[in-house]
């Protein structure tokens, strides 16, 4: 019998250690060593269980650069628009995607959505779920789904055993921290065993060319849970966002070798699964008749898709004495930032008053890009007067109260303008915009904006 060997790795970054010690001399990171039981075999998984018969094998030999092919790989059309959005155009060949997403936000039920509707033969590999709850959920989804095969297995030597009798087209495994290989003497989920698995499906990838699908679980600090060379190895790494209470989800790409990274996927979570949102503008903003005082539209960028947003604000006078500053789906600290830019350079008294701050539909915004419309809902409030609901501002606040310019502002001006937005305010800009039915103001300081909405 072998001799059973230990190790110490990182659970940050997945380095190996001969002895514990308090601090990884990789990543710095202190008290992240945990021992685990290796046992090393010469023969991997993936080539002990399919021998010959799957694994297309070839040498690589070295290419003069400029002979080397550079025709673009014909990409597998997923049939969901937004899906492929995020990717770039499809699922790659040999390929290896890994999708992180907090727990109970739908990454199971996208992945599941997108096997049933392939047109491709799909494996999908569940460590987590039976047969029967899998089969639950694609009713509720889509009823006549004739190439998806479900395989409720963990032991990666099992799952190349029926992959090498089936040869699907794709595959999917839900999720990496469930599988577990021989190879490795230690529990599914720990840093050896993710790393090791991940790795056979890697070489499987490219050696058949397959593309592969993995789930991830997270940590509480939102990162993906197991060695952070985990999201080096895959190609591609999408988050999938989103708060449990509302029921929109964005998808969006931390890492694509094969595509832009600036791309989003936005989603709604129906009763029958994940709607696709081709426009979420119009359901970002409310439908209403009358417009309301603490109410302004924002134009904002999701990476390269222009979205209109509805910015809430209720200023109030402060009851318990302190004053409560609250944000939500914006970033509190901006918000403090703006009442102080409001109170000492446009004269407004707001230390005295709580201030409320909400992004409706339940997503949260980092462009600075809506600066202007915080501005615009808060004084509106304070005011009593409402805004127009055909008005709609996009530009940086600086700490000087000037209206600063902000990126991809052509796009976010066609934007409005095809909602049938009237007005856009926004800072003064060298470009000038095409005739786009929509009347472009600027303004360079806040006091001239306020003049010309409040006076």
């Given at each position: ?27 710095k990171e202190w008290n992240t060593l945990v021992e685990e039981v290796v046992q090393k075999e010469k023969k991997p998984s993936w080539d002990a269980a399919s021998g010959d018969t799957l694994s297309r094998k070839r040498t690589p030999q070295p290419q003069l650069i400029t002979q080397i092919d550079v025709t673009e790989t014909p990409r597998l059309d ?353 470009q000038k915009f095409k005739e786009v039915g929509t009347d472009v103001q600027a303004f360079s300081k806040i006091e001239d904006l306020i003049k010309y909405l409040f006076s």
């Open positions: 019998m072998a001799k059973v060997k230990t190790t110490w790795f990182c659970q940050n970054c997945g380095a190996q250690h001969a002895r514990w010690q308090g601090q990884c001399t990789t990543c997923t049939t969901n628009a937004e899906f492929n959005r995020v990717l770039g155009g499809g699922l790659v060949p040999g390929s290896v995607t890994l999708l992180g997403g907090e727990p109970g936000i739908g990454k199971s039920t996208l992945l599941l959505q997108v096997c049933l509707n392939l047109p491709y033969k799909t494996l999908y590999v569940s460590g987590e779920e039976s047969a029967q709850q899998i089969k639950m959920r694609a009713d509720r989804i889509k009823q006549d789904a004739t190439n998806c095969y479900i395989l409720t297995e963990t032991k990666t030597q099992n799952i190349f055993r029926q992959i090498t009798e089936m040869q699907p087209e794709v595959l999917i495994i839900d999720s990496i921290q469930t599988l577990q290989t021989e190879i490795i003497e230690s529990t599914a989920g720990s840093v050896s065993q993710i790393r090791e698995c991940t790795s056979e499906l890697i070489k499987f990838a490219k050696e058949t060319n397959t593309p592969v699908l993995l789930i991830g679980h997270i940590t509480k600090d939102g990162n993906i849970a197991g060695p952070k060379i985990l999201e080096h190895m895959v190609d591609t790494v999408l988050q999938f966002e989103g708060d449990r209470n509302h029921t929109y989800r964005i998808l969006r790409a931390l890492k694509n070798r094969f595509g832009s990274t600036h791309e989003i996927g936005i989603y709604e979570m129906l009763g029958h699964g994940l709607r696709e949102v081709i426009n979420p503008s119009e359901i970002l903003i409310s439908q209403r008749g009358t417009s309301l005082s603490g109410t302004a539209i924002a134009a904002t960028m999701e990476g390269m898709r222009p979205l209109m947003i509805e910015v809430q604000a209720l200023v109030s006078t402060a009851v318990y004495g302190t004053p409560q500053r609250s944000a939500t789906g914006y970033n509190l600290k901006r918000l403090n930032m703006i009442l102080a830019v409001l109170e000492k350079r446009a004269g407004f008294k707001l230390g005295q008053k709580d201030v409320f701050l909400n992004i409706t539909g339940g997503i949260t915004v980092d462009d600075p890009a809506i600066d202007l419309a915080v501005v615009a809902a808060i004084l509106s409030s304070n005011f009593d007067i409402e805004l127009s609901s055909q008005h709609c501002f996009s530009a940086e606040v600086g700490l000087g109260g000037e209206i600063r310019p902000v990126s991809s502002m052509e796009q976010r001006v066609n934007e409005a303008a095809k909602l049938g937005f009237e007005k856009v305010f926004i800072a003064p800009a060298k």
